[in-house]
């Protein structure tokens, strides 16, 4: 079965950085579109970066500078390498495969 496992969420001073995994199995990891999306108490899940299968990224206007998406398709895995993070960047961190599969997510908190 499809399976995604994000890592690298921990606690980090604003400013400072972090870089998430998103592991999969279970899946054709090169075909399609994958995408980290974020999800802070109260409020909605949003989307910070997709990446297409030829390695194109997006990024949310909120994010753009200063997090960088990659992904590398003989290890079946994505990330996302987050610099000059802010508060407000805290949430629980997703990643997503093809808009329809999610993992678990992976806690980020920015202490100011």
């Known amino acids: 079965q499809v399976q995604l496992v994000e890592s690298g969420g921990g606690l980090v001073q604003a400013g400072g950085s972090l870089r998430l995994s998103c592991a999969s199995s279970?899946?054709?990891?090169?075909?399609?579109?994958m995408g980290w999306y974020r999800q802070a108490p109260g409020k909605e899940r949003e989307l910070v970066a997709t990446?297409?299968?030829?390695?194109?990224?997006d990024y949310a206007d909120s994010v753009k500078g200063r997090f960088t998406i990659s992904r590398d398709n003989a290890k079946n895995t994505m990330y996302l390498q987050m610099d000059s993070l802010k508060p407000e960047d805290s949430a629980v961190y997703y990643c997503?495969?093809?808009?329809?599969?999610w993992g678990q997510g992976t806690q980020v908190t920015v202490s100011s």
């Open positions: 997503n495969y093809r808009g329809i599969y």
């Open positions: 279970g899946l054709t990891f090169g075909a399609y579109s």
């Open positions: 990446i297409n299968r030829f390695g194109r990224p």
